[in-house]
């Protein structure tokens, strides 16, 4: 919402200087956006005649001027590059050390092609007055030479913006503006009454309104015999001041009625409406050209205004092209009407149309102002085109619905903690023209008609308050209670804190990839269902909701990649979702490992440079797990991997069958080329919701350690099985020989060549046996390690490497 | 010279030329060993006359003496040459360069590293953490919180829908993390006290928008919080996240459907070259909106306005972090850029904790 100064004292007197003005606005909730005071930004040009135009000795193009300033010293030589620059122009000059705004510089005394140049002739685009750079300004011959030009020019009424709540329908019009100042104690509102004017014949034409749903109200009155035509400078003024063009007087008024007062109109030139005009619902095919020149095709969910003709406007929003009025109107139709702003919002999205009809209209008018507002305008038509007027014919309500809030006093205080003493509360209530009835402590408060926002006592609190000072409300400690401190986080919540900090501390760094994926991208993972298809995607690449974080890891990796940043280590920990349930989302933390990225490090290095191989995304997954707390003894890893996984070289993590917690492995060479990427690219992915919650336990005490006296005794054993048995097999079994002694087991070699049968493998293992009672014997041991060997044996058909 | 003098002299030469460790214990036994040479001096004594024994005795053991202590210093002597001319072959060069340490190449985003810090501090203040599902309803997004149908103010999100159903309602990507208040007030009785963080999306895209981003917000019901409250809150809270002693705060009324009265927050600060510092200058940033929520949204999730009340607020998590730590483009957050998160991420073990910092 933009006005001018001026237009804000036509409605409030005050002395009050402009900032105090747009402080008060702001802090009463009509934010300003933007001061534009040309006055100040154009003080040092002035007005300065050209006295003598010469060629310039070494430039075709350039001529040396002399030009009077005014200031009553000697001439100034200014070199000037403008064709239209002559002896005898009067025309705008700026100093040495003026910042000329259409150029972004500070002018200086500047030499150039070897002659001397002390300021600067300029053009109106220069000053950011207009596009037009054809040349200096020119100005006529008896401008006050001297003078400030902004001054001379009626630059001087500052723009101001305010960033409008869309709440605040009243205050897309000066009047309502001023009135919220003048409650804040910023000067006097004026609001003299609307006289209404007499209408000295029956209005021609009869309105229908087929649907009152639509339009409540409809006030319409033709005034025959005006003479339209450029409108008055003051009104064209006002309207090029906040960025609108001047058509004629007719339409001029209404476009200064929608500012003014918050009540847009409609003109119609009445000879070319025929016959009665319907308030209808389109029908389909109709079309209409509308005023800006575009033809929109309409449907019945569009109101419209129609005549024998067909569609003459699109209600509230537009008029048509057809029935609009120029400089040969004569008779004019004045439209003043109420909308349903829902369906205004739905006509304007769906049309695309943006106008100042269509703004004020969907907020919800003024309904008590339709009639005043017609009075009002058929008076400025009067005075600027003569004419005419008519009766009124007014259809439907012209007046609001009576909304009286039981309001206790105490409210004010209660939500906002301030104490208003009553009279304050009463003038501020008065002021923005609500009425507060009763002694208290509950008073009555009847809502103003332009108030179409205000409905409950909430409402009303903030009315009170915003005038009063939100910066008035006491800062009041907010005590935390003497409940006990404990942790908030949930499990979830910890469980992701860890892991990112578990993963960053293997050297990886965290990306925070898009939620939307393409959707081959998505159909990969086992995505891409419909219901997780983005209906308004802002892009093609962008139209799925992920159901894995992997696409968006690989492509981030590629980029870096690309970039020449090929060794990377990327993981991200975030939400995925399966379907479009609550329940659907998941958290996960997956990672990539691209090039020389091993958990060793990135990059070539003296010490060694490993390309990234599955075994660093296994341990990328468990490191996630033991963070998040999972319980890692109940781990399993089974081969194998969805599809997108290299089918031997991928793994598993589950609890059971019925609980796969994750995957790890290398990308499977047909899902990187789907996904564009360049391989090998080492994946793990890990879904933090399904790993079992642990027991809470009653008190923060570890168990009790057992520190056994006897030394432990460490046995190797090397076993040659096929080469398709797993290692985890040969450590099952001989871990489960005995639980209680064998406190340890590693695989310390897996050799696979020469002096080992094809298709064989030699595993190493050394078990770890604590006793616990007594040093064992060398039988007992024994005893011990040939379990070890018959139950390997047993469950793996391997033997004992001799 | 007598006999037993020259054949001290030669052992003490012998000693004196041994070169190594080995030649040395070679010249011991030949002097000392069971058949060496002064042990076969020594053997001769008990035929001696007790006279003659007791000065040649004398002699001889000086003799011995003298040829013990020689060998253990020539011994040490090259034990410690020897030792000297290992440890001058075993150098290695110290001036290779080491990789990183995992923990210090590692890196935490800086809207994860924001995420913990604003946890921290509102912990503190005794809040929980909700959070809630990215695909919501319109009912919980919208309906619920005040926004009616065909509203303008549904238009300032510009959201982004699903298909519709089968019965004509559509899932949309919650606008803002509003919808999890409002699970919150279904699930709860109060009194309440929870932050929402999580991640929402509107249509747009430039450098402060993009079609994804961050809140963070506020809520708490019970029967006494008003405005004052909320205010000290939130000026507490900056206070701690900015880390500065001071920070001027402008609270300005203002509109949101969900709250009423509803008020925008901005914080005083002078901009010097991209760097932002609080609590000085005379620019004014807007970083929040916050209000009393609206009777009509404790009504839909089923409080009872006259019985209780409560604040909300809502605020950026991408746009503070942004203020806090220099970042110039929204954008850049979430292009994985590895140079751009070293530069900008934290070290895992930058934990932000209250004891010692948010930020280290």
């Not at chain 1, 209404?196 to 029956?202: A, D, Q, R, T, Y």
Request: proline share 6%; with cysteine.
């Amino acid at each position: 919402m933009k006005f001018t100064l001026s237009w804000l004292k036509d409605h409030l007197d005050t002395d009050e200087p402009l900032e105090k003005l747009a402080d008060k606005l702001t802090m009463i909730g009509l934010e300003v956006e933007n001061i534009e005071d040309k006055a100040k930004a154009l003080k040092p040009f002035t007005i300065a005649k050209v006295i003598s135009a010469e060629q310039h000795p070494n430039a075709d193009r350039l001529r040396v001027c002399m030009v009077d300033t005014g200031d009553g010293g000697a001439p100034v030589q200014v070199v000037c590059g403008a064709p239209n620059a002559r002896a005898g122009l009067v025309s705008v000059f700026s100093p040495p050390g003026t910042y000329i705004p259409g150029k972004d510089i500070t002018l200086g005394v500047g030499t150039i092609r070897g002659v001397e140049s002390r300021g600067m002739l300029c053009s109106a685009a220069e000053l950011q007055i207009s596009n037009d750079h054809d040349g200096i300004m020119e100005l006529p011959a008896d401008a006050p030479i001297g003078a400030g030009y902004a001054e001379w020019a009626a630059l001087g009424d500052p723009v101001i913006e305010i960033n409008l709540t869309p709440n605040r329908q009243d205050c897309t019009g000066v009047h309502g503006i001023a009135r919220d100042l003048a409650a804040a104690d910023m000067g006097k509102f004026k609001d003299p009454g609307i006289k209404p004017i007499k209408g000295e014949f029956p209005c021609p034409a009869k309105v229908t309104v087929e649907d009152a749903n639509l339009c409540p109200g409809f006030a319409l009155r033709l005034v025959r015999g005006v003479k339209n035509g450029p409108s008055p400078e003051w009104l064209q003024k006002r309207l090029t001041a906040i960025g609108l063009r001047p058509i004629n007087a007719l339409v001029d008024i209404t476009n200064f009625m929608t500012y003014d007062r918050a009540r847009p109109l409609h003109v119609f030139d009445a000879k070319k409406v025929k016959g009665n005009l319907v308030v209808r619902h389109a029908r389909d095919g109709e079309t209409l050209l509308a005023l800006d020149g575009r033809t929109y095709n309409l449907d019945p969910s569009i109101c419209v205004i129609a005549d024998e003709h067909g569609v003459e406007s699109l209600a509230g929003i537009m008029g048509g092209e057809a029935s609009g009025c120029d400089e040969n109107t004569t008779d004019v139709l004045i439209e003043s009407a109420l909308w349903n702003e829902i369906n205004i919002a739905h006509t304007g999205r769906k049309l695309g149309i943006t106008s100042d009809a269509r703004y004020r209209f969907e907020r919800g008018v003024d309904p008590a102002f339709m009639v005043p507002g017609l009075e009002l305008a058929t008076r400025l038509v009067m005075e600027l085109c003569g004419g005419t007027p008519s009766e009124n014919v007014v259809v439907g309500k012209s007046f609001g619905d009576d909304r009286i809030i039981d309001f206790p006093v105490t409210e004010v205080k209660r939500l906002s903690g301030i104490e208003v003493p009553m009279p304050e509360m009463k003038r501020i209530l008065t002021h923005l023209g609500f009425m507060m009835a009763g002694p208290g402590p509950v008073v009555k408060v009847a809502v103003p008609s332009w108030r179409t926002d205000v409905h409950g006592k909430a409402d009303i609190v903030e009315e009170v308050v915003r005038i009063y000072g939100v910066d008035k409300v006491p800062m009041t400690p907010f005590e935390r209670g003497e409940d006990a401190r404990k942790p908030v986080l949930t499990p979830l919540q910890l469980r992701t804190r860890r892991a990112r900090r578990a993963l960053a501390s293997r050297g990886m760094t965290e990306a925070v990839t898009w939620s939307f994926i393409t959707n081959t991208a998505a159909k990969l993972f086992g995505g891409g269902q419909r219901e997780l298809e983005v209906a308004n995607p802002i892009a093609a690449d962008l139209s799925d909701m992920r159901p894995s974080l992997l696409p968006g890891l690989v492509a981030a990796a590629q980029a870096n990649t690309d970039r020449g940043y090929g060794d990377v280590a990327l993981f991200e920990v975030g939400q995925v979702f399966r379907g479009d349930r609550p329940q659907d989302q998941f958290m996960v933390a997956s990672g990539v490992r691209r090039g020389l990225a091993s958990s060793e490090g990135l990059g070539r290095h003296w010490s060694g440079s490993d390309q990234a191989d599955v075994f660093d995304a296994k341990a990328d997954a468990l490191a996630v797990l033991a963070a998040a707390g999972a319980p890692m003894q109940a781990l399993q890893i089974v081969a194998g991997g969805p599809a997108w996984l290299h089918p031997g070289r991928s793994g598993t993590i589950q609890i059971g069958p019925q609980n796969v917690l994750g995957y790890f492995g290398e990308m499977h060479p047909r899902a990187l080329e789907t996904l564009g990427a360049d391989g090998p690219v080492i994946v793990f992915e890990v879904i933090l919701d399904r790993i079992p919650e642990a027991k809470k336990k009653p008190t923060r005490a570890k168990p009790l350690i057992e520190l056994s006296a006897f030394q432990p005794v460490s046995r190797d054993f090397a076993f040659i099985v096929d080469r398709s048995v797993k290692a985890g097999e040969i450590v099952r079994a001989a871990q489960g020989v005995d639980k209680k002694l064998i406190t340890g087991l590693i695989v310390f070699d897996v050799y696979e060549g020469k002096g080992i049968d094809d298709g064989k493998k030699s595993v190493g293992i050394a078990v770890t046996i604590q006793p616990r009672e007594k040093t064992l014997t060398d039988q007992e041991i024994e005893a011990v390690a040939a379990k070890i060997v018959a139950e390997v044996t047993k469950k793996t058909g391997g033997t004992l490497r001799a | 010279m007598s006999d037993l003098a020259t054949l001290e002299t030669s052992i003490l030469d012998q000693i004196a030329a041994a070169g190594d460790e080995a030649a040395l214990e070679a010249v011991r036994v030949s002097a000392l060993g069971k058949k060496g040479s002064i042990s076969a001096l020594l053997a001769t004594l008990g035929k001696m006359s007790p006279d003659e024994r007791r000065t040649q005795g004398a002699a001889i053991n000086q003799a011995k003496d003298k040829v013990t202590e020689a060998l253990a210093a020539r011994r040490d002597v090259l034990k410690s040459a020897a030792l000297n001319a290992r440890l001058a072959s075993e150098t290695v060069d110290v001036t290779l360069p080491l990789r990183d340490a995992q923990a210090e190449a590692g890196r935490i985003h800086p809207l994860s590293q924001v995420w913990d810090e604003l946890t921290t501090i509102f912990a503190d203040m005794g809040f929980s953490v909700a959070e809630g599902p990215d695909i919501e309803t319109d009912d919980y997004n919208f309906t619920k919180l005040n926004f009616p149908e065909g509203h303008p103010a549904r238009e300032m999100h510009d959201t982004f829908f699903f298909h519709p159903k089968e019965d004509g309602s559509r899932m949309l990507l919650r606008t803002h993390t509003s919808p999890v208040q409002v699970r919150t007030m279904l699930s709860q009785k109060p009194p309440i006290r929870v932050i929402c963080p999580g991640r929402t999306y509107r249509i747009d895209s430039d450098a402060t928008h993009t079609p994804q981003f961050h809140q963070v917000e506020g809520l708490v019901i019970d029967k006494h919080s008003h405005l004052g409250h909320l205010k000290w809150i939130l000026h507490e809270f900056c206070k701690a996240f900015f880390e500065v002693d001071h920070i001027n705060m402008r609270f300005r009324p203002s509109f949101f459907p969900f709250t009423e009265p509803s008020l925008e927050v901005d914080i005083q600060c002078r901009r010097d070259k991209g760097e932002i510092r609080f609590g000085e200058g005379d620019d004014w940033l807007e970083i929040l909106g916050c209000g009393m929520v609206h009777p009509n949204v404790l009504r839909a999730c089923g409080i009872d306005p006259d019985e209780y009340q409560g604040f909300a607020w809502g605020m950026g998590i991408d746009r503070i972090a942004m203020l806090k730590y220099g970042i110039a483009d929204l954008r850049q957050l979430f292009d994985s850029d590895v140079r751009w998160l070293s530069h900008y991420g934290f070290k895992p073990l930058e934990v932000p904790t209250l004891a010692g910092g948010l930020s280290s």
